[in-house]
Protein backbone atom coordinates (compact mmCIF):
# COMPACT_ATOMS: atom_id res chain seq x y z
CA UNK A 1 0.00 0.00 0.00
CA UNK A 2 1.96 3.09 -1.88
CA UNK A 3 -0.74 5.08 -1.01
CA UNK A 4 0.71 6.98 2.73
CA UNK A 5 2.51 9.62 0.54
CA UNK A 6 4.35 12.52 1.98
CA UNK A 7 2.71 15.84 2.05
CA UNK A 8 2.10 17.73 -1.22
CA UNK A 9 4.81 20.89 -2.06
CA UNK A 10 6.91 19.20 1.11
CA UNK A 11 10.92 19.33 0.69
CA UNK A 12 12.35 16.14 -0.73
CA UNK A 13 14.91 16.43 1.98
CA UNK A 14 12.48 15.38 4.97
CA UNK A 15 13.98 16.46 8.01
CA UNK A 16 14.23 13.74 10.49
CA UNK A 17 11.09 15.08 12.29
CA UNK A 18 8.96 14.55 9.41
CA UNK A 19 6.27 12.52 7.99
CA UNK A 20 7.84 11.10 4.84
CA UNK A 21 11.69 10.65 6.85
CA UNK A 22 9.98 8.79 9.36
CA UNK A 23 8.05 6.27 6.79
CA UNK A 24 11.34 5.96 5.09
CA UNK A 25 12.96 5.20 8.41
CA UNK A 26 9.82 2.11 8.60
CA UNK A 27 10.49 0.60 5.45
CA UNK A 28 13.95 0.29 5.80
CA UNK A 29 13.36 -1.20 9.37
CA UNK A 30 10.34 -3.61 7.88
CA UNK A 31 12.65 -4.10 4.76
CA UNK A 32 15.28 -5.29 7.40
CA UNK A 33 13.13 -7.38 9.51
CA UNK A 34 11.53 -9.20 6.45
CA UNK A 35 7.69 -7.43 7.42
CA UNK A 36 5.15 -8.96 4.51
CA UNK A 37 3.60 -6.61 2.18
CA UNK A 38 0.34 -7.47 3.68
CA UNK A 39 0.83 -6.73 7.15
CA UNK A 40 2.80 -3.62 5.70
CA UNK A 41 -0.36 -2.34 4.40
CA UNK A 42 -2.45 -2.95 7.06
CA UNK A 43 0.10 -0.97 9.15
CA UNK A 44 0.34 1.89 6.70
CA UNK A 45 -3.69 1.87 6.82
CA UNK A 46 -3.90 1.70 10.53
CA UNK A 47 -1.14 4.96 10.48
CA UNK A 48 -3.55 6.82 7.62
CA UNK A 49 -6.24 6.33 10.18
CA UNK A 50 -4.77 7.52 13.05
CA UNK A 51 -3.87 10.72 10.98
CA UNK A 52 -7.47 11.15 9.35
CA UNK A 53 -8.65 11.12 13.17
CA UNK A 54 -5.75 13.30 14.36
CA UNK A 55 -7.28 15.91 11.42
CA UNK A 56 -10.31 15.63 12.03
CA UNK A 57 -9.95 16.26 15.79
CA UNK A 58 -8.13 19.32 14.51
CA UNK A 59 -11.05 20.37 12.00
CA UNK A 60 -13.79 19.99 14.38
CA UNK A 61 -11.95 22.03 17.33
CA UNK A 62 -11.81 24.38 14.33
CA UNK A 63 -15.33 24.59 14.27
CA UNK A 64 -16.00 24.36 17.71
CA UNK A 65 -14.09 28.02 18.02
CA UNK A 66 -15.57 29.39 14.92
CA UNK A 67 -19.20 28.18 16.55
CA UNK A 68 -18.15 30.09 20.03
CA UNK A 69 -16.68 33.21 18.14
CA UNK A 70 -20.04 33.42 16.22
CA UNK A 71 -21.86 33.10 19.49
CA UNK A 72 -20.11 35.56 21.20
CA UNK A 73 -20.18 38.03 18.30
CA UNK A 74 -23.78 37.42 18.64
CA UNK A 75 -24.42 37.61 22.51
CA UNK A 76 -22.38 40.70 22.11
CA UNK A 77 -24.20 42.62 19.44
CA UNK A 78 -27.83 41.20 21.41
CA UNK A 79 -26.02 42.66 24.60
CA UNK A 80 -25.16 45.74 23.30
CA UNK A 81 -28.92 46.36 21.31
CA UNK A 82 -30.54 45.12 24.60
CA UNK A 83 -27.71 48.04 26.59
CA UNK A 84 -29.41 50.25 23.75
CA UNK A 85 -32.43 49.95 24.32
CA UNK A 86 -32.78 49.61 28.02
CA UNK A 87 -30.27 53.32 28.49
CA UNK A 88 -33.04 54.50 25.53
CA UNK A 89 -30.03 55.55 23.24
CA UNK A 90 -30.44 54.70 19.58
CA UNK A 91 -26.32 54.34 19.26
CA UNK A 92 -22.89 54.65 20.81
CA UNK A 93 -20.22 56.87 19.47
CA UNK A 94 -17.40 54.88 18.17
CA UNK A 95 -18.92 51.67 17.50
CA UNK A 96 -18.73 50.85 13.76
CA UNK A 97 -21.66 50.60 11.61
CA UNK A 98 -20.82 47.40 9.38
CA UNK A 99 -19.10 44.65 10.92
CA UNK A 100 -15.46 43.47 8.89
CA UNK A 101 -13.02 41.41 9.21
CA UNK A 102 -12.17 37.75 10.91
CA UNK A 103 -14.70 37.09 14.11
CA UNK A 104 -12.02 37.88 16.29
CA UNK A 105 -11.68 41.24 14.60
CA UNK A 106 -15.21 41.80 14.24
CA UNK A 107 -15.48 40.43 18.31
CA UNK A 108 -12.10 42.87 19.37
CA UNK A 109 -14.02 45.79 17.70
CA UNK A 110 -17.75 45.37 19.57
CA UNK A 111 -16.04 44.44 22.66
CA UNK A 112 -14.70 48.19 23.69
CA UNK A 113 -18.35 49.37 23.08
CA UNK A 114 -20.01 46.70 25.18
CA UNK A 115 -17.83 47.30 27.79
CA UNK A 116 -18.76 51.04 27.74
CA UNK A 117 -22.37 50.52 27.76
CA UNK A 118 -22.34 47.87 30.68
CA UNK A 119 -20.08 50.94 32.78
CA UNK A 120 -22.61 53.38 31.48
CA UNK A 121 -25.85 50.62 32.84
CA UNK A 122 -24.14 49.97 35.85
CA UNK A 123 -23.82 53.83 36.67
CA UNK A 124 -27.61 54.30 35.35
CA UNK A 125 -28.34 51.11 37.70
CA UNK A 126 -27.20 53.18 40.51
CA UNK A 127 -28.61 56.15 39.82
CA UNK A 128 -32.09 54.19 39.63
CA UNK A 129 -31.38 52.28 42.87
CA UNK A 130 -30.46 55.80 44.67
CA UNK A 131 -33.61 57.64 43.61
CA UNK A 132 -35.43 54.14 44.26
CA UNK A 133 -34.30 53.84 47.59
CA UNK A 134 -35.06 57.34 48.70
CA UNK A 135 -38.61 57.28 47.28
CA UNK A 136 -39.22 54.12 49.46
CA UNK A 137 -37.53 55.87 52.27
CA UNK A 138 -39.54 59.13 51.93
CA UNK A 139 -42.77 56.91 51.15
CA UNK A 140 -42.13 55.22 54.59
CA UNK A 141 -41.80 58.28 56.37
CA UNK A 142 -45.20 59.72 54.72
CA UNK A 143 -46.28 56.01 55.45
CA UNK A 144 -45.36 55.99 59.16
CA UNK A 145 -42.77 53.82 58.97
CA UNK A 146 -40.08 55.63 61.05
CA UNK A 147 -38.04 52.52 61.76
CA UNK A 148 -37.18 51.94 57.87
CA UNK A 149 -33.73 51.29 57.13
CA UNK A 150 -33.45 49.06 54.34
CA UNK A 151 -30.10 49.39 52.38
CA UNK A 152 -29.72 50.34 48.94
CA UNK A 153 -28.42 47.48 47.21
CA UNK A 154 -32.06 45.15 48.46
CA UNK A 155 -33.74 48.23 46.09
CA UNK A 156 -35.15 46.47 42.95
CA UNK A 157 -34.41 48.06 39.84
CA UNK A 158 -36.67 47.27 36.37
CA UNK A 159 -33.36 46.93 34.06
CA UNK A 160 -35.10 46.56 31.00
CA UNK A 161 -36.06 49.85 31.57
CA UNK A 162 -33.01 52.44 32.61
CA UNK A 163 -33.94 55.36 30.23
CA UNK A 164 -33.24 59.03 31.24
CA UNK A 165 -37.22 59.82 30.54
CA UNK A 166 -38.16 57.09 33.07
CA UNK A 167 -35.19 58.31 35.70
CA UNK A 168 -36.45 61.61 35.10
CA UNK A 169 -40.41 60.17 36.44
CA UNK A 170 -38.65 58.97 39.13
CA UNK A 171 -36.60 62.07 40.23
CA UNK A 172 -40.07 64.36 39.74
CA UNK A 173 -41.60 61.51 42.18
CA UNK A 174 -38.89 61.89 44.52
CA UNK A 175 -39.34 65.85 43.79
CA UNK A 176 -42.59 65.63 44.83
CA UNK A 177 -42.03 63.41 47.60
CA UNK A 178 -39.51 65.26 49.45
CA UNK A 179 -42.07 68.62 48.95
CA UNK A 180 -44.83 66.32 50.46
CA UNK A 181 -42.61 65.77 52.91
CA UNK A 182 -41.27 69.01 53.72
CA UNK A 183 -45.07 70.37 53.46
CA UNK A 184 -45.57 67.66 56.19
CA UNK A 185 -42.88 68.82 58.14
CA UNK A 186 -43.91 72.40 58.42
CA UNK A 187 -47.45 71.06 59.64
CA UNK A 188 -46.31 69.26 62.73
CA UNK A 189 -44.21 71.80 63.47
CA UNK A 190 -47.34 74.52 63.00
CA UNK A 191 -49.35 72.02 65.22
CA UNK A 192 -46.10 71.79 67.97
CA UNK A 193 -46.03 75.34 68.35
CA UNK A 194 -49.89 75.92 68.22
CA UNK A 195 -49.99 73.16 70.98
CA UNK A 196 -46.98 74.17 73.00
CA UNK A 197 -48.47 78.20 72.90
CA UNK A 198 -51.86 77.07 73.52
CA UNK A 199 -50.58 74.85 76.54
CA UNK A 200 -48.69 77.92 77.98
CA UNK A 201 -52.02 79.88 77.77
CA UNK A 202 -53.82 77.18 79.41
CA UNK A 203 -50.73 76.24 82.00
CA UNK A 204 -50.53 72.89 81.00
CA UNK A 205 -47.43 70.76 80.12
CA UNK A 206 -46.79 71.05 76.38
CA UNK A 207 -44.03 67.98 76.22
CA UNK A 208 -46.73 65.36 77.96
CA UNK A 209 -49.59 66.45 75.44
CA UNK A 210 -47.05 65.93 72.28
CA UNK A 211 -45.41 62.71 73.40
CA UNK A 212 -49.49 61.64 74.32
CA UNK A 213 -49.60 61.87 70.37
CA UNK A 214 -46.61 60.65 69.20
CA UNK A 215 -43.33 59.80 71.31
CA UNK A 216 -41.65 60.40 67.92
CA UNK A 217 -43.01 64.25 68.06
CA UNK A 218 -40.96 64.93 70.94
CA UNK A 219 -37.30 66.43 70.17
CA UNK A 220 -35.60 64.52 73.01
CA UNK A 221 -36.68 61.27 71.90
CA UNK A 222 -33.77 61.72 69.32
CA UNK A 223 -36.19 59.38 66.80
CA UNK A 224 -37.11 60.69 63.38
CA UNK A 225 -40.99 62.31 63.39
CA UNK A 226 -43.96 60.65 62.43
CA UNK A 227 -45.31 62.56 59.38
CA UNK A 228 -48.13 60.32 58.61
CA UNK A 229 -51.53 60.76 57.98
CA UNK A 230 -52.93 59.89 61.05
CA UNK A 231 -50.26 61.59 63.31
CA UNK A 232 -51.54 64.77 61.46
CA UNK A 233 -54.95 64.30 62.09
CA UNK A 234 -54.29 63.59 65.76
CA UNK A 235 -52.22 66.75 65.94
CA UNK A 236 -55.26 68.61 64.24
CA UNK A 237 -57.94 66.83 66.98
CA UNK A 238 -55.22 67.74 69.77
CA UNK A 239 -55.34 71.85 68.27
CA UNK A 240 -58.72 71.51 67.88
CA UNK A 241 -59.66 70.32 71.64
CA UNK A 242 -56.78 73.00 73.08
CA UNK A 243 -58.68 75.77 71.23
CA UNK A 244 -62.35 74.38 72.23
CA UNK A 245 -60.60 74.17 76.20
CA UNK A 246 -58.86 77.42 75.05
CA UNK A 247 -62.90 78.74 74.13
CA UNK A 248 -64.65 76.78 76.82
CA UNK A 249 -61.90 78.62 79.46
CA UNK A 250 -62.46 82.00 78.23
CA UNK A 251 -66.65 81.73 78.44
CA UNK A 252 -66.24 80.89 81.60
CA UNK A 253 -64.17 83.91 83.02
CA UNK A 254 -65.79 86.26 81.15
CA UNK A 255 -69.05 84.44 82.82
CA UNK A 256 -67.27 85.10 85.96
CA UNK A 257 -65.99 88.22 84.94
CA UNK A 258 -69.57 89.73 84.35
CA UNK A 259 -71.25 88.00 87.26
CA UNK A 260 -67.49 89.96 89.30
CA UNK A 261 -68.66 92.94 87.81
CA UNK A 262 -72.06 93.27 88.49
CA UNK A 263 -71.73 92.07 92.53
CA UNK A 264 -68.76 95.03 92.60
CA UNK A 265 -71.34 97.64 91.33
CA UNK A 266 -74.30 95.68 93.34
CA UNK A 267 -72.27 95.96 96.35
CA UNK A 268 -70.15 98.67 96.08
CA UNK A 269 -66.89 97.22 96.29
CA UNK A 270 -63.69 99.34 96.64
CA UNK A 271 -61.07 99.35 94.00
CA UNK A 272 -58.30 97.27 96.57
CA UNK A 273 -60.96 94.69 96.27
CA UNK A 274 -61.08 94.65 92.78
CA UNK A 275 -57.35 95.17 91.77
CA UNK A 276 -56.81 91.31 92.68
CA UNK A 277 -59.31 90.15 90.19
CA UNK A 278 -58.58 92.78 87.00
CA UNK A 279 -56.87 89.79 85.08
CA UNK A 280 -60.52 87.91 84.93
CA UNK A 281 -62.31 91.39 84.30
CA UNK A 282 -59.85 92.69 81.67
CA UNK A 283 -60.91 89.36 79.80
CA UNK A 284 -64.23 90.80 78.71
CA UNK A 285 -63.57 92.65 75.92
CA UNK A 286 -60.73 90.08 74.36
CA UNK A 287 -61.92 87.31 72.33
CA UNK A 288 -60.84 83.40 72.22
CA UNK A 289 -58.50 84.52 68.64
CA UNK A 290 -57.17 88.01 70.25
CA UNK A 291 -55.54 86.21 73.44
CA UNK A 292 -51.91 84.95 73.82
CA UNK A 293 -50.85 85.73 77.08
CA UNK A 294 -49.09 82.60 78.94
CA UNK A 295 -50.83 81.39 81.86
CA UNK A 296 -53.83 83.63 81.46
CA UNK A 297 -56.86 80.61 81.47
CA UNK A 298 -55.17 78.15 83.74
CA UNK A 299 -57.64 76.32 86.37
CA UNK A 300 -55.71 78.10 89.31
CA UNK A 301 -56.91 81.35 88.07
CA UNK A 302 -60.65 80.29 87.09
CA UNK A 303 -60.53 78.07 90.88
CA UNK A 304 -60.35 81.56 92.27
CA UNK A 305 -62.30 83.24 90.55
CA UNK A 306 -65.27 80.39 91.28
CA UNK A 307 -64.34 81.39 94.62
CA UNK A 308 -64.23 84.65 94.53
CA UNK A 309 -68.06 84.68 93.02
CA UNK A 310 -69.22 81.83 95.27
CA UNK A 311 -67.89 84.76 98.08
CA UNK A 312 -69.92 87.61 96.78
CA UNK A 313 -72.16 85.81 96.45
CA UNK A 314 -72.95 85.07 99.95
CA UNK A 315 -72.26 88.43 100.52
CA UNK A 316 -74.96 89.54 97.97
CA UNK A 317 -77.55 87.59 99.69
CA UNK A 318 -77.55 89.24 102.63
CA UNK A 319 -77.10 92.53 101.22
CA UNK A 320 -79.87 91.62 99.09
CA UNK A 321 -81.71 91.33 101.99
CA UNK A 322 -81.58 94.17 103.40
CA UNK A 323 -81.83 96.41 100.39
CA UNK A 324 -85.03 94.40 100.02
CA UNK A 325 -86.60 94.98 103.39
CA UNK A 326 -85.33 98.61 103.05
CA UNK A 327 -87.47 99.18 99.69
CA UNK A 328 -90.09 96.91 101.25
CA UNK A 329 -90.09 99.77 103.96
CA UNK A 330 -90.12 102.23 101.33
CA UNK A 331 -93.19 100.49 99.42
CA UNK A 332 -95.03 100.22 102.88
CA UNK A 333 -94.29 103.62 103.82
CA UNK A 334 -95.73 104.56 100.23
CA UNK A 335 -99.02 103.02 100.83
CA UNK A 336 -99.00 104.25 104.14
CA UNK A 337 -98.95 107.57 103.45
CA UNK A 338 -101.57 107.39 100.35
CA UNK A 339 -103.77 104.83 102.79
CA UNK A 340 -102.92 102.22 99.66
CA UNK A 341 -103.36 98.34 100.55
CA UNK A 342 -99.57 97.03 101.94
CA UNK A 343 -98.66 93.90 100.47
CA UNK A 344 -99.01 90.52 102.58
CA UNK A 345 -96.30 90.22 105.03
CA UNK A 346 -96.74 86.44 104.62
CA UNK A 347 -95.77 87.24 100.47
CA UNK A 348 -92.90 88.74 101.71
CA UNK A 349 -91.67 85.94 103.78
CA UNK A 350 -91.59 83.96 101.00
CA UNK A 351 -90.11 85.89 98.98
CA UNK A 352 -87.10 85.75 101.75
CA UNK A 353 -87.38 82.30 101.55
CA UNK A 354 -86.84 81.70 97.79
CA UNK A 355 -83.66 84.57 98.21
CA UNK A 356 -82.07 82.14 100.74
CA UNK A 357 -82.58 79.04 99.06
CA UNK A 358 -81.28 80.95 95.33
CA UNK A 359 -84.63 79.94 93.33
CA UNK A 360 -84.80 83.76 92.70
CA UNK A 361 -82.20 86.28 91.08
CA UNK A 362 -81.47 88.83 93.07
CA UNK A 363 -81.10 91.60 90.49
CA UNK A 364 -84.96 90.59 89.37
CA UNK A 365 -85.92 90.77 92.84
CA UNK A 366 -84.54 94.35 93.43
CA UNK A 367 -85.92 95.08 90.30
CA UNK A 368 -89.18 93.87 90.72
CA UNK A 369 -88.98 95.92 93.85
CA UNK A 370 -88.49 99.20 91.57
CA UNK A 371 -90.85 98.38 89.50
CA UNK A 372 -93.27 97.84 92.21
CA UNK A 373 -92.06 101.45 94.55
CA UNK A 374 -92.29 103.12 91.28
CA UNK A 375 -96.34 101.89 90.81
CA UNK A 376 -96.50 103.04 94.23
CA UNK A 377 -95.41 106.26 93.99
CA UNK A 378 -97.12 106.70 90.45
CA UNK A 379 -100.60 105.40 91.90
CA UNK A 380 -100.05 107.20 94.90
CA UNK A 381 -99.32 110.55 93.00
CA UNK A 382 -102.61 110.04 90.90
CA UNK A 383 -104.57 109.57 94.65
CA UNK A 384 -103.15 113.03 95.58
CA UNK A 385 -106.21 114.85 94.60
CA UNK A 386 -108.35 112.60 95.74
CA UNK A 387 -106.63 111.91 99.23
CA UNK A 388 -106.37 115.66 100.29
CA UNK A 389 -110.48 115.87 99.73
CA UNK A 390 -110.06 112.64 102.04
CA UNK A 391 -108.41 114.44 104.45
CA UNK A 392 -110.55 117.54 104.20
CA UNK A 393 -113.55 115.36 104.37
CA UNK A 394 -112.34 113.91 107.42
CA UNK A 395 -111.29 116.96 109.50
CA UNK A 396 -114.76 118.56 108.33
CA UNK A 397 -116.22 115.44 110.07
CA UNK A 398 -114.18 115.87 113.18
CA UNK A 399 -115.52 119.53 113.12
CA UNK A 400 -118.41 118.33 112.77
CA UNK A 401 -118.23 116.09 115.82
CA UNK A 402 -116.81 118.23 117.93
CA UNK A 403 -119.84 121.06 116.75
CA UNK A 404 -122.02 118.21 118.46
CA UNK A 405 -120.10 117.50 121.65
CA UNK A 406 -119.88 121.35 122.18
CA UNK A 407 -124.13 121.78 121.73
CA UNK A 408 -124.73 119.26 124.19
CA UNK A 409 -122.67 120.98 126.78
CA UNK A 410 -124.69 123.10 128.55
CA UNK A 411 -122.42 125.46 130.30
CA UNK A 412 -121.52 126.74 126.49
CA UNK A 413 -122.81 130.50 127.00
CA UNK A 414 -121.27 130.77 130.65
CA UNK A 415 -118.99 133.29 131.37
CA UNK A 416 -115.22 131.49 131.69
CA UNK A 417 -111.94 131.63 130.13
CA UNK A 418 -112.50 130.72 126.72
CA UNK A 419 -115.75 130.53 126.29
CA UNK A 420 -115.73 132.99 123.35
CA UNK A 421 -113.03 131.55 121.26
CA UNK A 422 -115.47 128.54 121.30
CA UNK A 423 -118.05 130.44 120.31
CA UNK A 424 -116.10 131.52 117.34
CA UNK A 425 -114.72 127.92 116.58
CA UNK A 426 -118.08 126.86 116.68
CA UNK A 427 -118.82 129.45 113.87
CA UNK A 428 -116.12 128.21 111.34
CA UNK A 429 -116.99 124.95 112.16
CA UNK A 430 -120.71 125.45 110.76
CA UNK A 431 -119.51 127.06 107.99
CA UNK A 432 -117.21 123.97 107.61
CA UNK A 433 -119.77 121.71 107.92
CA UNK A 434 -122.17 123.20 105.94
CA UNK A 435 -119.32 122.46 103.04
CA UNK A 436 -119.36 118.79 103.47
CA UNK A 437 -122.42 117.54 100.85
CA UNK A 438 -120.73 119.26 98.23
CA UNK A 439 -117.23 118.02 98.97
CA UNK A 440 -118.28 114.76 99.35
CA UNK A 441 -120.02 114.80 95.93
CA UNK A 442 -116.88 116.46 94.23
CA UNK A 443 -115.15 113.47 96.36
CA UNK A 444 -117.11 110.75 94.44
CA UNK A 445 -117.18 112.40 91.29
CA UNK A 446 -112.97 112.12 91.27
CA UNK A 447 -113.29 108.60 93.03
CA UNK A 448 -115.67 107.39 89.92
CA UNK A 449 -113.40 109.21 87.44
CA UNK A 450 -110.60 107.72 89.15
CA UNK A 451 -111.99 104.25 88.79
CA UNK A 452 -113.41 104.22 85.05
CA UNK A 453 -109.53 105.21 84.45
CA UNK A 454 -107.84 103.17 86.12
CA UNK A 455 -110.16 99.98 85.75
CA UNK A 456 -110.04 99.17 89.47
CA UNK A 457 -111.69 100.35 92.94
CA UNK A 458 -110.33 103.07 95.00
CA UNK A 459 -109.22 101.65 98.06
CA UNK A 460 -108.72 103.75 101.81
CA UNK A 461 -107.13 101.23 103.91
CA UNK A 462 -108.27 98.33 102.33
CA UNK A 463 -111.79 99.72 102.07
CA UNK A 464 -113.80 100.68 98.98
CA UNK A 465 -113.66 104.75 99.72
CA UNK A 466 -117.03 105.23 97.23
CA UNK A 467 -118.69 102.37 99.35
CA UNK A 468 -118.07 104.49 102.20
CA UNK A 469 -119.17 107.98 100.91
CA UNK A 470 -121.82 106.83 99.75
CA UNK A 471 -122.81 104.95 103.21
CA UNK A 472 -121.97 108.31 104.75
CA UNK A 473 -124.83 110.00 102.65
CA UNK A 474 -127.20 107.38 103.54
CA UNK A 475 -126.67 107.81 106.94
CA UNK A 476 -126.21 111.37 107.06
CA UNK A 477 -130.02 111.78 105.19
CA UNK A 478 -131.00 109.27 107.21
CA UNK A 479 -129.58 111.67 110.55
CA UNK A 480 -130.91 114.93 108.96
CA UNK A 481 -134.54 113.42 108.58
CA UNK A 482 -134.48 112.09 112.62
CA UNK A 483 -133.25 115.50 113.72
CA UNK A 484 -135.86 117.14 111.85
CA UNK A 485 -138.31 115.40 113.61
CA UNK A 486 -136.55 115.82 116.99
CA UNK A 487 -136.55 119.50 116.34
CA UNK A 488 -140.33 119.79 115.82
CA UNK A 489 -140.61 118.07 119.10
CA UNK A 490 -138.94 120.32 120.93
CA UNK A 491 -140.06 123.65 122.50
CA UNK A 492 -139.95 127.09 120.60
CA UNK A 493 -137.30 128.40 123.40
CA UNK A 494 -134.58 126.48 121.55
CA UNK A 495 -134.49 129.44 119.00
CA UNK A 496 -134.03 131.86 121.61
CA UNK A 497 -130.66 129.81 122.75
CA UNK A 498 -129.28 129.52 118.93
CA UNK A 499 -130.14 133.76 118.39
CA UNK A 500 -128.51 134.29 121.81
CA UNK A 501 -125.47 132.09 120.99
CA UNK A 502 -125.17 134.45 117.60
CA UNK A 503 -124.59 137.37 119.72
CA UNK A 504 -121.25 135.98 120.81
CA UNK A 505 -119.96 135.08 117.84
CA UNK A 506 -118.01 136.97 115.38
CA UNK A 507 -118.40 136.85 111.36
CA UNK A 508 -116.72 133.89 109.55
CA UNK A 509 -114.78 136.67 107.57
CA UNK A 510 -113.66 138.28 110.45
CA UNK A 511 -112.26 135.21 112.65
CA UNK A 512 -108.66 134.32 113.13
CA UNK A 513 -107.04 131.38 111.70
CA UNK A 514 -108.58 127.88 112.93
CA UNK A 515 -106.52 125.86 115.22
CA UNK A 516 -106.66 121.91 114.77
CA UNK A 517 -105.32 120.77 117.93
CA UNK A 518 -107.89 121.95 120.59
CA UNK A 519 -110.11 120.40 122.78
CA UNK A 520 -113.84 121.09 123.16
CA UNK A 521 -113.07 123.71 125.73
CA UNK A 522 -110.33 125.44 123.58
CA UNK A 523 -109.42 123.05 120.75
CA UNK A 524 -110.45 119.69 119.41
CA UNK A 525 -107.79 116.86 120.06
CA UNK A 526 -110.05 114.19 119.26
CA UNK A 527 -110.04 114.81 115.80
CA UNK A 528 -107.04 112.19 115.19
CA UNK A 529 -108.64 109.20 117.06
CA UNK A 530 -111.38 109.07 114.52
CA UNK A 531 -109.44 109.27 111.02
CA UNK A 532 -107.43 106.23 113.18
CA UNK A 533 -110.92 104.32 114.04
CA UNK A 534 -111.81 105.00 109.90
CA UNK A 535 -107.84 103.56 109.11
CA UNK A 536 -108.44 100.72 111.29
CA UNK A 537 -111.74 99.75 110.07
CA UNK A 538 -110.73 100.22 106.45
CA UNK A 539 -107.74 98.02 107.39
CA UNK A 540 -110.38 95.18 107.47
CA UNK A 541 -111.74 94.98 103.76
CA UNK A 542 -110.37 94.34 100.49
CA UNK A 543 -107.14 93.78 98.76
CA UNK A 544 -106.36 96.14 96.12
CA UNK A 545 -102.37 95.34 97.07
CA UNK A 546 -99.61 97.15 94.69
CA UNK A 547 -97.70 94.63 95.34
CA UNK A 548 -97.05 91.31 93.17
CA UNK A 549 -99.96 92.35 90.89
CA UNK A 550 -102.83 91.49 93.18
CA UNK A 551 -106.42 92.59 91.79
CA UNK A 552 -108.38 95.27 93.22
CA UNK A 553 -111.70 94.49 95.48
CA UNK A 554 -114.81 92.32 93.01
CA UNK A 555 -117.17 94.15 92.06
CA UNK A 556 -120.21 91.80 93.85
CA UNK A 557 -118.12 92.39 97.59
CA UNK A 558 -118.31 96.18 98.00
CA UNK A 559 -122.11 95.54 99.82
CA UNK A 560 -120.58 92.72 101.67
CA UNK A 561 -117.91 95.13 102.66
CA UNK A 562 -119.51 98.22 103.41
CA UNK A 563 -122.09 96.05 105.54
CA UNK A 564 -118.92 94.63 107.30
CA UNK A 565 -117.93 97.96 107.78
CA UNK A 566 -120.61 99.60 109.05
CA UNK A 567 -121.84 96.55 111.16
CA UNK A 568 -118.83 95.79 113.54
CA UNK A 569 -120.25 97.44 116.95
CA UNK A 570 -116.12 98.09 117.97
CA UNK A 571 -115.63 100.45 114.61
CA UNK A 572 -118.67 101.37 113.20
CA UNK A 573 -120.67 102.64 115.65
CA UNK A 574 -118.54 105.53 117.26
CA UNK A 575 -118.21 106.24 112.96
CA UNK A 576 -122.28 105.76 112.90
CA UNK A 577 -122.52 108.19 116.22
CA UNK A 578 -120.09 110.86 115.54
CA UNK A 579 -122.05 110.74 111.24
CA UNK A 580 -125.46 111.37 113.02
CA UNK A 581 -124.07 114.12 115.39
CA UNK A 582 -122.48 115.82 112.31
CA UNK A 583 -126.26 115.52 110.49
CA UNK A 584 -127.98 116.42 113.33
CA UNK A 585 -125.87 119.75 113.98
CA UNK A 586 -125.49 120.73 110.19
CA UNK A 587 -129.58 120.65 109.48
CA UNK A 588 -130.64 123.37 111.86
CA UNK A 589 -129.92 125.44 114.88
CA UNK A 590 -128.13 123.99 117.53
CA UNK A 591 -130.33 122.92 120.71
CA UNK A 592 -129.11 123.85 123.91
Known amino acids: MGSFQAPVGRSSVLPETSCGYLLQELQMIWNEIGQGQFEREKELLDLEQECLEVYRRKVDAANTSRARLHQELAEAEAEFTHLLLSLGERSLPGRPEKMVGTLKEQLDSITPALRDMRLRKEDRVNKFRAVLGQIQKISAEIAGQSEYEKSSSDVRVNENDLSLKKLEEYQTELQRLHN ?37 LNELCGIAKNISNSILAKLNGTVESLEEEKKNRLEKLHHLGKALTNLWNFMDTPYKDRHLFFHVTGLLSVSSAELSDPGSLTQNIIQQAEAEVKRLDQLKVSKTKELFLKKQNELKEICN ?30 MSMDQQISRAEDEACSRKTIMEKVEKWMLACDEERWLEEYGRDENRYSVRRGAHKNLRRAERARVLVSKIPALVDLLMENIKSWEEERKKTFLYDEVPLLAMLEEYNALRQEKEGERQRQREMKFPGQIVHH ?7 PSPSSSPRRTSNRSVNGGFGTAMPLNRRLSLGLQKLGSNSIDLGTQGILNEGKRAQRQKMFARPGLVSPVRDETASVVSTFSGPLSP
Open 180 to 216: DRNERLKRVEKYINSIQKLSSILGTDSSMVITKVHPS
Open 499 to 505: QQEKLFL
Open 337 to 366: KSHMEIPVQAKMDNIINLLNSGEIDHADLV
